[in-house]
T-cell receptor, first 112, second 114 residues
């Protein structure tokens, strides 16, 4: 019940394409869904986050879509660039449990 | 504002030894969490400290322990090191906890066990 399932494990997209990374969760108590971006040799950095009271959130070229009934959320990267090549982690947490559970990550490569 | 600082960045140890890793959180942050990152298992939660008290613990053996000081700096200790402990150890800080708050990560300590 505490798992967050992330797919795909790896993704290769041409520059300008729209990579989509999907995550699914089971625990309905989760109420905060952040995405983290990690470059080699660096720690993860918060990219964008959503709460279940909205179905979509955009920040620049990054969009989170959230489907509460399906218990799924996804990250879309518009007009992807080679500099977006990184590992992306979805996560879920709840104030109630005060724990954060991470997906296993997606290694994204944007071809120039 | 300075970010989360972890020292050392790299460490090589042999089986059976013990190791202590250090984490200085962002100024004003009272919660420090530790994670183990490996290619196969991703980011796994070790434990969280808040105001010098361990609030949450992941599923790791007792060889993994930690503590937090009054200035919020934290240390993680691993005793009787095993080959499988080779990993990137990350610490993250936040103002008040791990639930519903962004985690600010350091760049980690890469631990290699020979």
């Amino acid at each position: 019940q505490q798992q967050v399932k992330q797919s795909p494990q790896s993704l290769i997209v041409q520059k300008g394409g729209i990579p989509i990374i999907n995550c699914a969760y089971e625990n309905t108590a989760f109420d905060y869904f952040p995405w983290y971006q990690q470059f080699p040799g660096k720690g993860p950095a918060l990219l964008i986050a959503i709460r279940p009271d909205v179905s979509e959130k955009k920040e620049g070229r990054f969009t989170i879509s959230f489907n509460k009934s399906a218990k799924q959320f996804s990250l879309h990267i518009m007009d992807s660039q080679p500099g977006d090549s990184a590992t992306y982690f979805c996560a879920a947490s709840s104030l109630q449990d005060d724990k954060i559970i991470f997906g296993k990550g997606t290694r994204l490569h944007i071809l120039p | 504002k300075a970010g989360v600082t972890q020292t050392p960045r790299y460490l090589i140890k042999t089986r059976g030894q013990q190791v202590t890793l250090s984490c200085s959180p962002i100024s004003g942050h009272r919660s420090v969490s530790w994670y183990q990152q490996t290619p196969g298992q991703g980011l796994q939660f070790l434990f969280e400290y808040f105001s010098e008290t361990q609030r949450n613990k992941g599923n790791f053996p007792g060889r993994f322990s930690g503590r937090q000081f009054s200035n919020s700096r934290s240390e993680m200790n691993v005793s009787t090191l095993e080959l499988g402990d080779s990993a990137l150890y990350l610490c993250a800080s936040s103002p008040g906890g791990t639930g519903n708050q962004p985690q600010h990560f350091g760049d980690g300590t890469r631990l290699s066990i020979l």
